[in-house]
Protein backbone atom coordinates (compact mmCIF):
# COMPACT_ATOMS: atom_id res chain seq x y z
CA UNK A 1 0.00 0.00 0.00
CA UNK A 2 0.85 3.76 -0.07
CA UNK A 3 1.70 3.67 -3.50
CA UNK A 4 2.69 7.34 -5.25
CA UNK A 5 3.53 7.26 -8.52
CA UNK A 6 5.02 10.15 -10.61
CA UNK A 7 4.37 10.91 -14.69
CA UNK A 8 7.19 11.62 -16.57
CA UNK A 9 10.31 9.95 -14.70
CA UNK A 10 12.40 11.92 -17.36
CA UNK A 11 11.66 14.98 -19.47
CA UNK A 12 13.20 17.09 -21.84
CA UNK A 13 12.15 20.36 -22.88
CA UNK A 14 13.22 24.06 -24.62
CA UNK A 15 13.96 26.98 -23.03
CA UNK A 16 10.85 28.82 -22.73
CA UNK A 17 8.67 25.78 -22.84
CA UNK A 18 6.54 24.77 -20.29
CA UNK A 19 6.28 21.22 -18.19
CA UNK A 20 3.73 19.56 -16.41
CA UNK A 21 4.82 16.75 -13.76
CA UNK A 22 1.83 14.93 -12.48
CA UNK A 23 1.48 12.70 -8.68
CA UNK A 24 -0.91 10.79 -8.16
CA UNK A 25 -1.61 8.63 -4.76
CA UNK A 26 -3.01 5.00 -6.33
CA UNK A 27 -4.38 3.27 -3.57
CA UNK A 28 -5.44 6.16 -0.88
CA UNK A 29 -6.60 9.63 -0.52
CA UNK A 30 -3.65 12.30 0.10
CA UNK A 31 -5.28 15.06 2.11
CA UNK A 32 -2.14 17.06 1.04
CA UNK A 33 0.75 16.84 -1.29
CA UNK A 34 4.04 18.47 -1.22
CA UNK A 35 6.41 19.49 -4.13
CA UNK A 36 10.33 19.01 -3.60
CA UNK A 37 13.14 19.55 -5.44
CA UNK A 38 16.70 18.21 -4.89
CA UNK A 39 20.29 18.88 -6.32
CA UNK A 40 23.00 16.40 -6.84
CA UNK A 41 24.03 15.15 -3.12
CA UNK A 42 22.03 17.53 -1.52
CA UNK A 43 18.63 16.99 1.04
CA UNK A 44 15.07 17.17 -0.43
CA UNK A 45 14.32 21.01 -0.78
CA UNK A 46 10.64 21.76 -0.28
CA UNK A 47 8.91 24.02 -2.25
CA UNK A 48 5.35 24.38 -1.91
CA UNK A 49 2.57 22.50 0.10
CA UNK A 50 -0.95 21.91 -2.20
CA UNK A 51 -4.52 20.72 -0.20
CA UNK A 52 -7.38 19.02 -2.20
CA UNK A 53 -9.07 22.25 -3.37
CA UNK A 54 -7.18 25.19 -2.01
CA UNK A 55 -4.25 27.28 -3.37
CA UNK A 56 -0.56 25.84 -2.99
CA UNK A 57 0.90 27.12 -0.13
CA UNK A 58 4.70 28.07 -1.54
CA UNK A 59 8.10 28.20 1.11
CA UNK A 60 10.29 31.50 0.62
CA UNK A 61 11.85 31.93 -2.29
CA UNK A 62 9.94 29.68 -4.46
CA UNK A 63 8.27 31.60 -7.38
CA UNK A 64 4.89 31.00 -7.43
CA UNK A 65 3.88 32.31 -10.76
CA UNK A 66 6.97 30.01 -12.24
CA UNK A 67 5.32 26.80 -10.44
CA UNK A 68 1.86 26.42 -10.93
CA UNK A 69 0.61 23.68 -8.39
CA UNK A 70 -2.87 22.33 -8.92
CA UNK A 71 -4.21 19.76 -6.62
CA UNK A 72 -7.76 18.96 -8.25
CA UNK A 73 -8.57 16.05 -6.48
CA UNK A 74 -7.87 13.53 -3.56
CA UNK A 75 -5.03 11.25 -5.51
CA UNK A 76 -4.01 14.11 -8.05
CA UNK A 77 -1.39 16.96 -8.22
CA UNK A 78 0.33 18.68 -10.85
CA UNK A 79 3.33 20.66 -11.15
CA UNK A 80 3.73 22.70 -14.41
CA UNK A 81 7.20 24.71 -14.66
CA UNK A 82 6.34 27.76 -16.91
CA UNK A 83 8.83 28.97 -19.15
CA UNK A 84 11.52 26.83 -17.93
CA UNK A 85 15.14 27.99 -17.90
CA UNK A 86 18.27 25.82 -17.75
CA UNK A 87 18.59 26.58 -14.34
CA UNK A 88 15.55 25.31 -13.42
CA UNK A 89 16.75 21.54 -14.35
CA UNK A 90 16.62 19.91 -11.28
CA UNK A 91 14.87 16.63 -9.68
CA UNK A 92 11.37 17.11 -8.82
CA UNK A 93 9.82 14.87 -6.28
CA UNK A 94 6.17 14.91 -4.92
CA UNK A 95 5.02 13.25 -1.64
CA UNK A 96 1.43 12.55 -0.76
CA UNK A 97 0.60 12.63 3.07
CA UNK A 98 -1.92 9.70 4.74
CA UNK A 99 -2.91 9.59 8.24
CA UNK A 100 -0.76 6.78 10.23
CA UNK A 101 -3.60 6.31 12.25
CA UNK A 102 -3.07 5.97 16.39
CA UNK A 103 -0.78 8.37 17.24
CA UNK A 104 -1.27 11.96 15.89
CA UNK A 105 0.78 11.55 12.59
CA UNK A 106 0.79 11.82 9.19
CA UNK A 107 3.25 9.83 7.25
CA UNK A 108 4.68 11.22 3.83
CA UNK A 109 4.97 8.77 0.56
CA UNK A 110 7.34 9.53 -2.44
CA UNK A 111 6.63 9.55 -5.56
CA UNK A 112 9.61 8.24 -7.61
CA UNK A 113 10.87 11.39 -9.13
CA UNK A 114 11.27 13.67 -12.18
CA UNK A 115 14.05 14.08 -13.96
CA UNK A 116 13.57 17.70 -15.84
CA UNK A 117 16.27 18.61 -18.40
CA UNK A 118 15.96 22.40 -20.02
CA UNK A 119 18.32 23.35 -22.79
CA UNK B 1 12.76 26.73 14.28
CA UNK B 2 13.14 22.97 13.60
CA UNK B 3 16.61 21.87 13.19
CA UNK B 4 17.72 18.22 11.67
CA UNK B 5 21.56 17.24 12.28
CA UNK B 6 21.90 14.02 10.80
CA UNK B 7 25.69 12.43 11.26
CA UNK B 8 28.23 11.04 10.28
CA UNK B 9 27.53 12.68 6.13
CA UNK B 10 29.35 9.58 4.81
CA UNK B 11 29.93 5.83 6.14
CA UNK B 12 31.87 2.99 4.54
CA UNK B 13 31.41 -0.47 5.88
CA UNK B 14 32.37 -3.64 4.69
CA UNK B 15 29.63 -6.37 4.38
CA UNK B 16 28.45 -7.62 7.68
CA UNK B 17 30.11 -4.98 9.60
CA UNK B 18 27.38 -3.31 11.78
CA UNK B 19 27.15 -0.06 13.15
CA UNK B 20 24.98 3.07 13.37
CA UNK B 21 23.97 6.52 11.92
CA UNK B 22 22.57 9.42 14.15
CA UNK B 23 19.75 11.50 13.43
CA UNK B 24 19.62 14.75 16.10
CA UNK B 25 16.90 16.77 16.37
CA UNK B 26 15.11 20.21 17.88
CA UNK B 27 11.55 20.34 17.52
CA UNK B 28 9.24 22.94 19.63
CA UNK B 29 7.25 19.11 20.09
CA UNK B 30 7.95 16.01 18.18
CA UNK B 31 4.55 14.59 16.00
CA UNK B 32 6.52 11.96 14.86
CA UNK B 33 10.34 10.95 13.55
CA UNK B 34 10.74 9.32 10.06
CA UNK B 35 13.48 7.46 8.36
CA UNK B 36 13.75 7.01 5.02
CA UNK B 37 16.18 5.85 2.42
CA UNK B 38 16.92 7.20 -1.12
CA UNK B 39 18.66 5.32 -3.86
CA UNK B 40 20.02 7.73 -6.35
CA UNK B 41 17.75 8.87 -9.07
CA UNK B 42 14.46 7.61 -6.95
CA UNK B 43 12.48 9.31 -4.31
CA UNK B 44 12.84 8.50 -0.71
CA UNK B 45 11.36 5.37 0.49
CA UNK B 46 9.40 4.86 3.95
CA UNK B 47 11.23 3.32 6.36
CA UNK B 48 9.90 4.11 9.68
CA UNK B 49 7.87 6.30 12.16
CA UNK B 50 8.94 6.88 15.48
CA UNK B 51 6.64 8.62 17.62
CA UNK B 52 7.72 9.00 21.35
CA UNK B 53 11.13 8.61 23.59
CA UNK B 54 12.09 4.81 24.19
CA UNK B 55 10.37 3.12 20.99
CA UNK B 56 11.83 1.33 18.48
CA UNK B 57 11.12 -0.12 14.98
CA UNK B 58 12.65 -3.27 13.04
CA UNK B 59 12.38 -3.87 9.25
CA UNK B 60 15.22 -6.69 8.54
CA UNK B 61 18.87 -5.25 9.63
CA UNK B 62 17.63 -1.91 10.13
CA UNK B 63 16.46 -0.94 14.12
CA UNK B 64 15.35 2.23 14.64
CA UNK B 65 15.10 4.00 18.16
CA UNK B 66 14.00 7.13 19.74
CA UNK B 67 15.38 9.24 22.48
CA UNK B 68 13.91 12.91 23.12
CA UNK B 69 16.68 14.21 21.30
CA UNK B 70 18.05 12.12 18.84
CA UNK B 71 17.44 8.73 16.73
CA UNK B 72 19.62 5.47 15.48
CA UNK B 73 19.21 3.82 12.51
CA UNK B 74 21.20 0.52 13.83
CA UNK B 75 22.47 -1.72 10.52
CA UNK B 76 22.93 -5.49 11.35
CA UNK B 77 25.65 -7.55 9.38
CA UNK B 78 24.62 -5.03 6.46
CA UNK B 79 24.95 -6.02 2.74
CA UNK B 80 26.11 -4.62 -0.28
CA UNK B 81 22.03 -4.10 -1.19
CA UNK B 82 21.58 -1.66 1.72
CA UNK B 83 23.90 1.02 0.16
CA UNK B 84 22.12 4.02 0.06
CA UNK B 85 21.66 7.60 1.57
CA UNK B 86 18.98 7.52 4.84
CA UNK B 87 17.64 10.23 5.53
CA UNK B 88 16.07 11.51 9.01
CA UNK B 89 13.14 13.70 8.94
CA UNK B 90 10.77 15.38 12.18
CA UNK B 91 7.35 16.47 12.19
CA UNK B 92 6.60 19.28 14.47
CA UNK B 93 3.47 19.51 17.02
CA UNK B 94 2.97 23.22 16.01
CA UNK B 95 3.07 22.68 12.65
CA UNK B 96 -0.26 22.55 10.57
CA UNK B 97 -0.39 19.87 8.35
CA UNK B 98 1.96 16.93 7.46
CA UNK B 99 4.82 19.20 6.98
CA UNK B 100 8.78 17.26 7.16
CA UNK B 101 11.86 18.91 8.28
CA UNK B 102 14.53 16.87 6.55
CA UNK B 103 18.51 16.32 7.78
CA UNK B 104 20.95 16.55 4.92
CA UNK B 105 21.16 12.42 5.02
CA UNK B 106 23.87 10.15 5.61
CA UNK B 107 25.39 8.02 2.40
CA UNK B 108 25.73 4.56 3.51
CA UNK B 109 28.42 2.13 1.22
CA UNK B 110 28.79 -1.51 1.82
CA UNK B 111 31.68 -3.15 0.13
CA UNK B 112 31.58 -6.64 -0.41
Known amino acids: GAVVSQHPSRVICKSGTSVKIECRSLDFQATTMFWYRQFPKQSLMLMATSNEGSKATYEQGVEKDKFLINHASLTLSTLTVTSAHPEDSSFYIC???????????????FGPGTRLTVT | EDQVTQSPEALRLQEGESSSLNCSYT??????LFWYRQDPGKGPEFLFT???AGEEKEKERLKATLTKKESFLHITAPKPEDSATYLCAVQDQETSGSRLTFGEGTQLTVNP
Open chain 1, 95 to 109: SASAWAGGWVAYEQY
Open chain 2, 50 to 52: LYS
Open chain 2, 27 to 32: VSGLRG
